[in-house]
C-alpha cells in the first residue's frame, strides 16, 4: 500500500538553525498538509498546500515557517530560525482527489531544538 | 473556535471487554468526522470517516457512529493487539484542515 515518507525520523537541532524536514506524499495525491505534535498535547495542523501554494495556514505557521514543493515528489518544511518551542513531532499528510478524501500521514519528524 | 473532546483520556480493558470511545465536537461546518489510531512513535493511521448523522462504519472488531454533536468508536471484545491511542478529527473548512482530539489511550490486557 502506497504510503508518505519523511526524512529525517529525528532531527537534532540548535536554537536559531534553520531546519528542513522532508516529505514524499502519495505519489497520485494532491493535496498536502503539515501537523504537529508537541509531546502529550493534540496534533496540530499547520499548513495545507494546493496547486503550488498554500491555500490554509494555522496561527502557529509565522513567518518562521515556508513549504515548498520543489519538485514533482518532494514536500518540505523548513523552520528559519528554530525555538526551543518548536521542539516537536512534524507530521506530513497527503490526501487524494475528493473533498473529503482521507488524509494519510507519515510517521513523522521529531525535532528537537536545544 | 471549533473545539474536538475525547473521553475518556485513558482506557484500560480486559481482553474481550467491550467498551466504547466518545468524541464530542463543536465545530462550524463539519465536512466529515475521521477516526485514526496512532501507535507510539508513529503517525496517525486511518481508520474510518463519517460524514452524516445516522451513519456507521465497521473495521473488525471496531465500529464507529455519528451523531449531530458526537461519535463513538465501539470496542467489540478486543484484543491486546488493539492498545493504541485513538483519535477523532473533524473536517472543516474547505482545505481539509483536521482539528484532532487529544485521544483516548486504550491498552488491553490479556
Known amino acids: 500500500e502506497p504510503e508518505v515518507t519523511q526524512t529525517p525520523s529525528h532531527q537534532v537541532t540548535q536554537m536559531g538553525q534553520e531546519v528542513i524536514l522532508r516529505c514524499v506524499p502519495i505519489?497520485?495525491?494532491?493535496?498536502f498538509y503539515w501537523y504537529r505534535q508537541i509531546l502529550g498535547q493534540k496534533v496540530e495542523f499547520l499548513v495545507s498546500?494546493?496547486?503550488?501554494?498554500?491555500?490554509?495556514k494555522s496561527e502557529i505557521f509565522d513567518d518562521q515557517f515556508s513549504v515548498e514543493r520543489p519538485d514533482g515528489s518532494n514536500f518540505t518544511l523548513k523552520i528559519r530560525s528554530t525555538k526551543l518551542e518548536d521542539s516537536a513531532m512534524y507530521f506530513c499528510?497527503?490526501?487524494?482527489?475528493?473533498?473529503?478524501?482521507?488524509?494519510?500521514f507519515g510517521n513523522g519528524t521529531r525535532l528537537t531544538v536545544t | 473556535e471549533d473545539q474536538v473532546t475525547q473521553s475518556p483520556e485513558a482506557l484500560r480493558l480486559q481482553e474481550g471487554e467491550s467498551s466504547s470511545l466518545n468524541c464530542s465536537y463543536t465545530?462550524?461546518?463539519?465536512?466529515?468526522l475521521f477516526w485514526y489510531r496512532q501507535d507510539p512513535g508513529k503517525g496517525p493511521e486511518f481508520l474510518f470517516t463519517?460524514?452524516?448523522a445516522g451513519e456507521e462504519k465497521e473495521k473488525e472488531r471496531l465500529k464507529a457512529t455519528l451523531t449531530k454533536k458526537e461519535s463513538f468508536l465501539h470496542i467489540t471484545a478486543p484484543k491486546p493487539e488493539d492498545s493504541a491511542t485513538y483519535l477523532c478529527a473533524a473536517h472543516t473548512g474547505t482545505a481539509s484542515k483536521l482539528t484532532f482530539g487529544t485521544g483516548t489511550r486504550l491498552q488491553v490486557t490479556l
Open positions: 499528510a497527503s490526501r487524494g482527489r475528493g473533498g473529503t478524501s482521507p488524509l494519510h
Open positions: 505519489s497520485n495525491h494532491l493535496y
Open positions: 498546500f494546493y496547486n503550488n501554494e498554500i491555500s490554509e
Open positions: 463519517l460524514y452524516s
Open positions: 465545530v462550524s461546518g463539519l465536512r466529515g
